[in-house]
């Protein structure tokens, strides 16, 4: 396989699980040395397992606001300054907005819009320093539409890419690239919860293609923007959801 990461260094958020385990699979297979970070205990054994050398887990809730800049300075010190931010912990906490409990309006715009920033922050100090950063923020068709039950969630995915915007005009020209990735639903534990049932079976029939993403396909596109190649791509917010935003 292309050794098309060799000698990059890259964070990612959520790495014990769905899109951010498929994607700090993706490259280190590709010979990345990958931080992972993740809420639970399992990122360690996780990131160990990985694909080539040098990978190293971070258990640790990123809400907290200190965490991001510890994360960094851990990731310094064991691995050298970050070429890459992958942004992808998160969770889909879905009420009927009548319901919406102040504490999950909270919890889901702390992990999904706030601790994203902290670490684009954090990790944009450093790579605009160095002069080099590909920073990929997950957000979600729900960027850009409307979804049912989807208040918290939906007003998160909006401002990363509203936070995508900014970041990339004001880094831009020290080499660091800032997009969003917006995948419709994709089949992971966290997609698989929200998407149960007859409610999934419905959605999959309007989108064009006919079926959910899998993670793999996400992690490709994000493998992409991390890239060199893709030195002229920033400030996008890349959906990759079937056609479904597009009907
Ligand atoms: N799966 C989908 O359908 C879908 C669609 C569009 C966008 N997204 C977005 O992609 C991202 C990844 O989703 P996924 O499907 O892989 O989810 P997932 O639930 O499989 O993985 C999310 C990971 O984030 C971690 N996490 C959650 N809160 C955390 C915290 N406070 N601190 C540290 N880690 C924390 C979890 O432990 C988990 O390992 C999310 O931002 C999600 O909103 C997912």
């Known amino acids: 396989m292309e050794q098309q990461f060799e000698g990059k260094i890259a964070i990612i958020t959520g790495a014990a699980s769905g899109i951010g385990y498929t994607v700090a699979h993706h490259l280190a297979s590709r010979g990345a040395r990958v931080i992972g970070v993740d809420l639970s205990d399992s990122v360690g054994a996780l990131m160990a397992e990985l694909p080539g050398k040098g990978h190293h887990g971070i258990a640790r809730n990123l809400t907290a606001p200190e965490?991001?800049?510890?994360?960094?300075?851990?990731?310094?010190?064991?691995?050298?300054?970050?070429?890459?931010?992958?942004?992808?912990?998160?969770?889909?906490?879905?009420?009927?907005?009548?319901?919406?409990?102040?504490?999950?309006?909270?919890a889901t715009i702390d992990i999904n819009l706030s601790a994203s920033f902290y670490m684009a922050q954090a990790a944009g100090r450093v790579m605009v320093d160095a002069g080099y950063g590909r920073i990929i923020n997950l957000a979600s068709q729900a960027a850009v539409i409307g979804l049912d039950q989807h208040a918290a969630y939906c007003a998160s995915k909006a401002a990363i890419v509203g936070l995508t915007h900014v970041l990339s005009l004001e880094w831009a020209p020290k080499g660091v690239t800032v997009n969003a990735v917006s995948p419709t639903v994709v089949e992971t534990p966290l997609g698989k919860k929200a998407w149960a049932g007859e409610k999934g079976e419905k959605a999959k029939r309007e989108i064009p293609v006919g079926r959910f993403a899998q993670p793999e396909e996400v992690a490709s596109l994000i493998g992409y923007l991390a890239s060199d190649n893709a030195a002229m791509i920033t400030g996008s917010n890349v959906l990759i959801d079937g056609g479904f935003t597009t009907v």
Do not use: K, Y
Not at 73 to 82: L, Y
């Open 67 to 106: 965490a991001a800049g510890e994360i960094v300075e851990e990731t310094i010190r064991v691995a050298g300054v970050p070429h890459i931010l992958v942004n992808s912990a998160g969770v889909a906490l879905l009420d009927a907005a009548v319901d919406v409990p102040a504490a999950r309006w909270q």
